[in-house]
């Protein structure tokens, strides 16, 4: 099956630093890949989308100048937490979607603690 | 837009009984239905899916079933065993936006033994 790696799992940070986030498919060409935030016992909150070459669609809400995404290639994309605090600490997730159909892979997740 | 609920959001059933969880769907354009499980602290994997061409799908334990009139879809899990404890989630997508999938709150399902 399709895999997506993504690291790191967990990093912790002193406020005011950036953390970069990296979501790569190993065995696929990601068309399209999504970032999620989520929060304990909650669902699954879209943050942006991106296709590779082009800019990232933010939802609503969504600072795109602190949540920085790049999607350069057809197997990674970043999320780089800009000048973070303890409220982006979060489980932030991608996932990614190849060209021939609709189904969605999952990275493992990065826990983000900002202190 | 669209927009998924999903019920119920805790569900206790004793280890060997069946689980049925329910979502339902506002946009009628929609036409993929995953269902993803989620082990705590760990990624979603998806475990079945349908589409709109499709009223039931089956594989082993778990099946989902699709009512397209009613704009509902329900997974059910047969012959539950404590490994199925985790949270479901449902999701619907139109395949417009990039197959952007609109999401259940989840279910916690816990398996008694």
């Known amino acids: 099956g399709a895999v997506v790696s993504q690291h790191p799992s967990w990093v912790i940070c002193k406020s005011g630093t950036s953390v970069k986030i990296e979501c790569r498919s190993l065995?696929?060409?990601?068309?399209?890949m999504f970032w999620y935030r989520q929060f304990p016992k909650q669902s699954l909150m879209l943050m942006a989308t991106s296709n590779e070459g082009s800019k990232a669609t933010y939802e609503q809400g969504v600072e795109k100048d602190k949540f920085l995404i790049n999607h350069a290639s057809l197997t990674l994309s970043t999320l780089t937490v800009t000048s973070a605090h303890p409220e982006d600490s979060s489980f932030y997730i991608c996932?990614?979607?190849?060209?021939?159909?609709?189904?969605?892979?999952f990275g493992s997740g990065t826990q983000l603690s900002v202190l | 837009g669209e927009n998924v609920e999903q019920h119920p959001s805790t569900l206790s059933v004793q280890e060997g009984d069946s689980a049925v969880i329910k979502c339902t769907y506002s946009d009628s354009a929609s036409n993929y239905f995953p269902w993803y499980k989620q082990e705590l602290g760990k990624r979603p994997q998806l475990i079945i899916d349908i589409r709109s061409n499709v009223g039931e799908k089956k594989d082993q334990r778990i099946a989902v079933t699709l009512n397209k009139t009613a704009k509902h879809f329900s997974l059910h899990i047969t012959e539950t065993q404590p490994e199925d404890s985790a949270v479901y989630f449902c999701a619907a997508s139109t395949g417009d936006s990039n197959y952007q999938l609109i999401w259940g709150a989840g279910t916690k399902l816990i398996i008694k033994p």
């Open positions: 065995d696929f060409q990601a068309t399209t």
């Open positions: 996932s990614a979607r190849g060209d021939t159909n609709e189904k969605l892979f």
